[in-house]
């Protein structure tokens, strides 16, 4: 190996993946618009943001898009609350974004219409089988599902009622506990989801940074 070392310095970029828990929430909120400074727009990582925006009628838009000396596309996105439509989610775009799926199954539950997703058998060997895991709590809040080895359909209703306390336990898995914790503050429902801490995993500052939006989000040990 190098025998001296060089100290650099490096601008790391805004996360496309744990942003996405702030774009499903401003889409889905009325009257609501988002600003993210700084992102990584690196088209590999921008197949959540480009499903939304290309096949769901959601109002994204980029701004100040620059190329970084690292390479990187870095820029601004601006999201406005939008009335979304049912996606039948094409197989090569699901590699872009494999780590977004258990967000766009909320934005897919509230969303009218039926919305397929097929290709995804990945999911199922993630920190948790997502699939399995998302399914459960739709199933519970009304939410009709078809699922198999590698898809699953989702029967949109945009009036779902949920008159229970739910309990979900995320199994360790970070984007499954942030997700659910979205639904419940856009739906005004009670969950309580077990083991939160998972999400530190990957957003630290998902629980404060709710709460600066308005978000009632309490951490119970």
Excluded: Q
């Amino acid at each position: 190996g190098k025998k001296n070392l060089y100290g650099f310095n490096y601008d790391i970029s805004s996360d496309p993946s744990s942003s996405a828990f702030l774009v499903a929430l401003t889409l889905l909120n009325k009257n609501s618009k988002l600003i993210i400074k700084n992102i990584n727009c690196n088209p590999t990582r921008m197949g959540f943001i480009n499903i939304l925006k290309e096949k769901m009628n959601a109002k994204i838009k980029f701004r100040n898009l620059k190329k970084k000396s690292s390479g990187e596309i870095i820029g601004d996105i601006i999201i406005k609350s939008s009335t979304l439509k049912a996606i039948n989610c094409p197989k090569k775009i699901v590699p872009l974004l494999i780590d977004e799926f258990p967000i766009l199954f909320i934005i897919a539950a509230v969303t009218n219409g039926v919305s397929i997703f097929r290709g995804i058998g990945e999911l199922r060997n993630k920190e948790s089988d997502r699939i399995k895991s998302m399914e459960e709590i739709l199933n519970k809040i009304g939410i009709k599902t078809i699922s198999t080895s590698n898809s699953l359909k989702i029967f949109g209703n945009p009036n779902v009622k949920v008159k229970k306390i739910i309990n979900v336990y995320p199994k360790g898995d970070h984007r499954i506990a942030m997700s659910w914790a979205i639904f419940a503050i856009l739906f005004g429902n009670i969950f309580k989801i077990h083991n939160f801490e998972t999400v530190n995993t990957s957003f630290p500052g998902f629980a404060s940074l709710i709460k600066i939006l308005g978000g009632k989000i309490e951490i119970k040990k």
